[in-house]
């Protein structure tokens, strides 16, 4: 078991910033990947980066890409999301999630934390 718990939401002006993090405890191990999604109100839920918890190269949506960084420390078992330029389109609640190398679906899911972007 995988234990997720997300903080760091919040209300935040258009062009502002926040610093999402993830702390991860339990079974994870080094081939675990890491990934922050969002759902906004009425829409499905969309994945927005993602990460290997050992090495390899980071992913981003294309929306995400060039303002959002996702990073990770190991040594504290946590997953950050950095997020600048925020715009009112982000307004969403964002999860992190993780899953096993060999598993294709997240499997564990913290419960998400409210970030809502005004104009």
């Known amino acids: 078991q995988v234990q997720l718990v997300e903080s760091g939401g919040g209300l935040v002006q258009a062009g502002g910033s926040l610093r999402l993090s993830c702390a991860a405890s339990g079974s994870i191990d080094s081939t675990y990947r890491m990934g922050w999604f969002r759902q906004a109100p009425g829409k499905e839920r969309e994945i927005v980066a993602a990460?290997?918890?050992?090495?390899?190269?980071?992913y981003y949506t294309d929306s995400a890409k060039g303002r959002f960084t996702i990073s990770r420390d190991n040594a504290k078992d946590a997953v950050y999301l950095q997020m600048n330029s925020l715009e009112p389109k982000d307004t969403a609640v964002y999860y992190c999630?993780?899953?096993?190398?060999?598993?294709?679906?997240?499997?564990?899911w913290g419960q998400g934390t409210q970030v809502t972007v005004s104009s």
């Open positions: 990460i290997w918890w050992i090495g390899g190269s980071p």
């Open positions: 999630a993780a899953r096993p190398a060999d598993v294709n679906e997240y499997r564990y």
